[in-house]
C-alpha cells in the first residue's frame, strides 16, 4: 500500500520551494523562460506532479493518469498502437496475463477489457496511484 503525503508535508515542502525561489530568483526566472517547452513541461510535472485525469481511452475503458506527455497519449489512443494491436492478439488465446512496469496500466486495462485475470507489478509510487484509480473506476 502507498502512502499518500499528508497535507501538513505538501505545505512544507511548498514553503521550503518557495523560500529557495526566493533565494535563488534567477532559478525562477529560467525557469519561467523555459517553461512553454514540452520537455520542461514534462520534467516539472515529474517532481511538481498537478492532479490526475480521468479520460476514457478510444480503447473502452477509463485510464487515469498525471500530466505527462506519453500518458496524454496513452488517454488519446496513440502511444504505442502497433504493441496494443500485438497484445490484443495475443490476449485471444491466453488465460492471464501479467504486465511488468503497466506505468499506468494501458495494458492491464486492456487485459481486463478482454475479460482475462491480470497481474500488474508496478513500483513507482505515482504510477501505482494511476494504476489502482484506472482499476477502480473500470470495476
Not at 513541461?41 to 498525471?66: C, H, I, M, Q
Not at 497484445?87 to 511488468?100: E, M, Q
Amino acid at each position: 500500500m502507498v502512502d499518500k503525503p499528508s497535507i501538513e508535508s505538501e505545505d512544507f515542502m511548498l514553503t521550503g520551494l518557495k523560500l529557495r525561489a526566493k533565494r535563488y530568483p534567477f532559478l525562477v526566472a529560467l525557469y519561467r523562460s523555459l517553461r512553454p517547452g514540452p520537455v520542461v513541461s514534462d520534467l516539472w510535472n515529474t517532481y511538481f506532479p498537478k492532479r490526475r485525469k480521468t479520460v476514457l481511452a478510444p480503447l473502452g475503458f477509463e485510464l487515469v493518469s498525471n500530466s505527462y506527455c506519453a500518458n496524454r497519449a496513452m488517454q488519446a489512443g496513440t502511444f504505442e498502437v502497433e504493441e496494443e494491436e500485438v497484445i490484443r492478439h495475443h490476449l485471444r488465446s491466453a488465460d492471464a496475463s501479467v504486465d511488468v512496469g503497466p506505468n499506468i496500466c494501458l495494458c492491464t486495462c486492456l487485459a481486463r477489457l478482454e475479460g482475462k485475470y491480470t497481474i500488474a507489478v508496478e513500483l513507482q509510487p505515482r504510477n501505482l496511484e494511476c494504476l489502482y484509480a484506472s482499476l477502480s473506476s473500470n470495476g
